[in-house]
């Protein structure tokens, strides 16, 4: 039944009834912003492989262990054993040696010590024997091995300098580091290189490059807030939340990790032109995938030769401009679909749909679609990725494409839908236990 909207003169708009009522100005299903299918929550729950089963792998994986062990105490008797020294049998073999004037092969066969050990200790000279500390069991309150040359404070101003450091340092320059810092020190590259690794519990790894304004204090405030509004309401990432951003495939997307022969440069080929972007638009939940559309590009006019001056020629460069990119209509439209498949479905009736605070999101008519439909509209704060857990959900879906190359069959299109379908809810909700996960951070103002 139509209603008659009347206006108060201020810009306000009331019905019949009295009440406020705001107009879209966006139309719904705008064939100027055509999208195409990929996946949707039916589709997905039809397709997706079947769910790990965790009791399974966990009574395997035991029982391996079980064999390891019992392998291990099987070979127990091949293996190498090596004799521990005492300060007397090098006393004695020095005694033998320099009182004695025994050879050095008579005088470890005299001390019962392997020729090696023997000659070690003579190249060393007497001096070996101010330097050897006794091997001593542990508990026993006397020293155990040598004194290691790193300590805990070295440990300390490592771990520091990393964590301070944010332009990414090298081996050699976190080495200059320590040396200038403790004066006397000296340690080769090797072990410092050991020592950062496992007892830092620092490694080397690719750099994840990160705008500067990401974890500037006005936008840690910023992440702050928001958790501390959405705290006190029923938002729960886990339960009652679907995810929607966008994501750029392209065709001759690869890994950035090959195997080669050692020595040589892992080469990977890649065609010579310029693949075009192609962009998915998606939702995700604890539940599954929700819904995925590809944006397709609008059929162009024919090509007419026209004369110079016509005024056509305006609409068609606005048709050109609109075409290039995912713009606003192209993101109402999704979210329309969405909440059509949304609502066939019981279980996300008032949920809320949570997506990041990009231009293209923050049109007023979009929240207020949404509204109108039932279901609530959340934006993350700025430069928060790490709180969308569909982020994670493009990462794995990205990797997956990287795998193989296309066939001759195969389209982007499908390989993207056969990447959505495979990701497991088990891992979607990992996902979104992550991003809740990183609310402890967000309120103790922690960067993420």
Sequence with gaps: MSQFIIEDGKGGLFNEGGDKVSVLQMEVDDPSFPLGDVTNYDEYHDLKPPEKQQNVEKNETTSKKKK???????????????????????????????????????????????????WNWHKKGEEALDDFVEWRKSGSGRPVGRPPTLIDAHRDFMVKLVDENETGLTLDQMLESLTTEFMGLKISKSAFHEFTRTKCRISCKRAHFQPEERNSVEKIQQRYDWVKYWENTDLDFESN?????????????????????????AVVKTPKTKSKMTTILGAISPFGVVNMKVRTPKVAQSKKRKLEGNKEDKGDTDDIKRNVGTVTGHYFNFIANTLDVMDRHEEFKGHYIVMDNAPIHK??????YIESRGYNCVHLPPYSPELNPIEQFWSICKSRLKREALLHEETLTSRIKEACNSVLISDLKGFCRYSQNKFDDCLERKPI
């Design 363 to 368: 049109h007023e008519d979009i929240q207020l």
């Design 241 to 265: 939340c679907v995810f929607v951003d966008e994501a750029g495939f392209h065709i001759n997307m690869k890994r950035s990790f090959a195997w080669s022969k050692v020595g040589s440069r």
């Design 68 to 118: 390891v062990v019992n392998s291990n105490e099987n070979d127990a008797s091949t293996l190498t054993t090596y004799r521990k020294y005492k300060k007397e049998d090098m006393e004695y073999f020095f005694y033998l040696v320099n009182e004695k004037g025994l050879p050095i092969r008579a005088a470890a066969k005299k001390v019962n010590i392997p020729q090696s050990t023997a």
